[in-house]
């Protein structure tokens, strides 16, 4: 008997739509029907598009029998609610865009479109990816599939939840500051970030444009790698997109591990890492290590400065950008406004959640006369000096490995307290984005009954080998297809 | 605290958002909080160090300067919460 359908990965799925095994149909209803029975439970979603989804599929079946299927006819997926998405509400997890239906598709959404992806909804996310547990969403927090008292972790904790839940095969994210990898090694899901500029920005809602990039969230390295396939390349819409061939991701996966150099920092496992978590992750490179590839120490100098440095760029980026959020073309518009200056500062207040203003302001001071060369002009100073360490580093070495995030899940509401504590979720991610490198999380352990997530880090369009490794890896231990008993 | 009230208030302005009576005082405490997380770059050696443009060192492409979006007016437009004859609304500015 065939496995069941939603226990299936996407690379398995597209493989049995392309048998005929099955009819996207039937398996859109399978999920659709899951989402309806789990996702009260885990709030993994903001918006359910059934009748869109149902009317895709019929549609890709249709494709399928005139022998016009692309690389994921049929195939269900879940979009972060980040991305626009023509005629579909597209929220950013904020009550400022509670009602805001997109009139325009993202890249990303009308490549997967055009491979024959079928969206079955947009899934909860931090507000305005600003946030590192999914609490901060004005939808509500979402929970981890492991264990419901949980946070998945964030930004993209929807994407997170619904690929662990086994709610969709794959799912979009973006990753600013370790937003996509920090809720896959959470999740116990695979989480790629590729290098900036690798996949366009156009319709992803900005949050801090020098370093968003969007990615993947998968249950494999190898689906990874098909969805990636289909999203990077190109596109003139995105000044910052890069005009540089995608390789076939696919075909470089299979090649060994023999001779492969991998960093290891010493920072890394200093106190902030979860002893048990930093068990795990010697056990991981120990199987690196066992197939072939070569443990050399490395030193980023100035690692320990990449949060701060984080915490100036990104809120002075993200108070830039989300100025144009004024209460007058689109979004929350306050009611009765005395004069056009109540309407812009109520429409913000009222709009933005109290992480979103903390950013926005923060990011206004330290841009502000008699600031600016103090804060913003040294941080991007320092955040060279981190991008150099990479680059000496990578002179000696082909990947960077070590922990994605310094615990496992923690439980709702253990952090938001003190934002420092919650930034300091992202140590280990955030010099990724700093730098604009490729950053992937697979899983390798568990503490507690919860996920524990292997990083590795590559230089620029290092894509090829960060999957390479993680495939070598799944192949070796099963810590990847762990699924939660609740959604067997 | 490294930030105090009139300061954040300040900002608050220059930011064009108003905070609510029961928001402000734990702004000011959080706010003080990551100013005083991020002053540590201060001690970073930065001398002689080029500011960072661009994560890959690419420059900004250019394009030709033609129109090239069809009008789409009134379908964005339906987002607005106030229209009227395709213009925006807002509050009186002109005594």
Not at chain 1, 119 to 125: D, F, H, I, R
Not at chain 1, 234 to 255: C, K, M, N, Q, W
Request: proline residues 5%; contains cysteine.
């Amino acid at each position: 008997m065939p496995q069941e359908l939603h226990l299936q990965s996407l690379t398995e799925l597209a493989a049995g739509l392309e048998r005929g095994e099955f009819s996207s149909l039937e398996l859109t209803e399978a999920l659709l029907t899951r989402i309806e029975s789990f996702d009260p439970s885990l709030n993994a979603l903001i918006t359910v598009t059934a009748d869109a989804a149902l009317a895709a599929a019929t549609r890709a079946d249709a494709r399928r029998a005139s022998g016009d299927a692309g690389a994921l006819n049929g195939v269900p997926i879940v979009h972060k609610d980040i991305f626009c998405t023509r005629g579909v509400l597209t929220t950013c997890g904020s009550r400022m865009l509670e009602n805001f239906v997109s009139p325009y598709d993202a890249t990303v959404v009308e490549r997967l479109d055009a491979a024959g992806a079928i969206v079955l909804g947009k899934t909860n996310m931090d507000e305005f990816a600003m946030g590192s547990s999914n609490e901060t969403s004005y939808f509500g927090p979402v929970r981890n599939p492991w264990n419901v008292e949980c946070s998945p972790g964030g930004s993209s904790g929807g994407s997170a939840a619904a690929v662990a839940a086994r709610l969709a095969p794959a799912a979009t994210g973006t990753d600013t500051g370790g937003s996509i990898r920090q809720p896959a090694a959470l999740t116990g899901t695979v989480g790629l970030k590729p290098t900036y500029g690798r996949v366009s920005r156009y319709g992803m809602i900005a949050f801090a444009s020098s370093l968003d990039q969007a990615g993947v969230i998968t249950r494999s390295a190898v689906d990874a790698a098909l969805l990636l396939g289909v999203m990077a390349g190109f596109d003139e819409r995105d000044s910052t997109s890069i005009e540089r061939p995608v390789p076939d991701y696919l075909a470089g996966i299979t090649g060994s591990l023999d001779g492969l150099k991998v960093g290891i920092v010493r920072q890394h496992f200093d106190a902030g890492l979860d002893e048990r978590c930093a068990l795990a992750i010697r056990e991981a490179l120990a199987v690196l290590e066992d197939q072939g590839a070569k443990l050399i120490e490395v030193d980023l100098p100035n690692i320990d400065l990449s949060v701060p440095t984080y915490y100036v760029v990104a809120p002075a980026e993200c108070s830039s950008n989300l100025s144009r959020f004024d209460g007058v073309r689109f979004g929350h518009r306050a009611d009765d406004p005395e004069d056009l200056m109540d309407l812009y500062c109520r429409s913000r207040g009222e709009g933005f959640g109290a992480e979103v203003k903390r950013r926005i302001m923060t990011g206004t001071y330290v841009l502000s006369a008699g600031y600016y060369d103090a804060y913003y002009l040294q941080a991007q100073k320092v955040r060279q000096l981190i991008a150099e360490d990479f680059t000496k580093a990578f002179a000696d070495v082909d990947v960077i490995a070590g922990p994605t995030s310094p615990t496992p899940a923690f439980r709702l509401g253990d952090k938001t307290d003190d934002p420092i504590t919650m930034y300091l979720n992202d140590i280990y991610t955030i010099g990724a984005n700093l730098a604009g490198l490729p950053g992937l999380s697979t899983p390798c352990g568990f503490v507690d009954g919860l996920p524990v997530g292997l990083h590795l880090v590559g230089p620029h369009f290092g894509e090829e080998t960060l999957l390479r490794c993680a495939h070598q890896y799944q192949q070796q231990t099963d810590w990847h297809v762990a699924c939660p008993e609740t959604y067997r | 605290m490294s930030l105090d009230k009139d300061q954040v208030q300040h900002i608050a302005m220059l930011a064009r958002l108003r905070l609510a009576d029961d928001e402000f005082a734990e702004t000011v405490d959080k706010l003080s909080r990551i100013v005083d997380f991020v002053d540590q770059l201060s001690q970073a050696a930065t001398k002689d160090v080029a500011p960072m443009a661009h994560p890959l060192n690419e420059s900004q492409r250019l394009r030709p300067d033609r129109v090239t979006e069809a009008d789409a007016r009134d379908h964005i437009q339906k987002n607005a919460p106030s229209v009227a004859n395709g213009m925006y609304l807002v509050p009186k500015v002109i005594e």
